[in-house]
């Protein structure tokens, strides 16, 4: 696993030792990022269920300007910390260790993109994009993209948030909404 593009291109993060950790592939992080390319400049970037921080630290290497971690796993806080310092991108990351919901409450400011990753059988999406929407969690113009099973289907509309895309990447389905 490693920085496609951006300042920190080239470097490999340190991947998990626990398999119910699942990063994103190369492929699919970099299918993901043409997608997001205009959007990623000064932005302000939700990573949750960062897992190894894979997406975020991505995110960063091409320009956004802060990223905030989010995930409730020892092992994957430890591993989104490490990757980060290897990255020297501690300026511009903020780690939260915690459940979801705390992190989607206590949330100050709403963000540009939310990168939404969540374990793929505990099915809760719609528990996110429920909070996002109640909370006015993403910036006018933003987008939050959903990775999940490509037999899981989500609707067009989803509280109030509109599909833009959806792209199947083997047995991984990627779903845009804004």
């Known amino acids: ?64 300007d802060i990223c905030i971690f989010g995930d409730n796993s020892k092992e994957s806080i430890k591993l989104i910390k490490e990757n ?35 374990p793929y059988d505990e099915d809760l999406l719609g528990v996110c994009f429920e909070m996002i929407a109640e909370r006015k969690l993403l910036r006018e113009g933003g987008v939050i993209v959903a990775e999940h099973r490509k037999e899981e289907s989500l609707p067009d509309e989803f509280f109030g948030f509109k599909k833009l895309k959806q792209r199947k990447y083997g047995i991984i389905m990627l779903s845009i909404y804004c």
């Open 84 to 118: 980060i310092a290897h990255c020297k991108a501690q300026d511009r990351a903020i780690v939260a260790a915690g459940d979801f919901k705390k992190l989607l409450m206590n949330a100050s400011e709403p963000f540009d993109i939310i990168l939404l990753d969540p």
């Open 1 to 64: 696993m490693r920085v496609i593009a951006g300042d920190y291109k080239g470097r490999r993060l340190k991947t998990p030792s626990d398999y119910s950790i699942r990063p994103t592939t190369d492929k699919v992080k970099e299918a993901l990022f043409s997608i997001l390319t205009e959007k990623i400049y000064a932005s302000r970037v939700l990573d949750l269920f960062s897992g190894t921080g894979n997406l975020g630290i991505e995110a960063l290497s091409r320009g956004a």
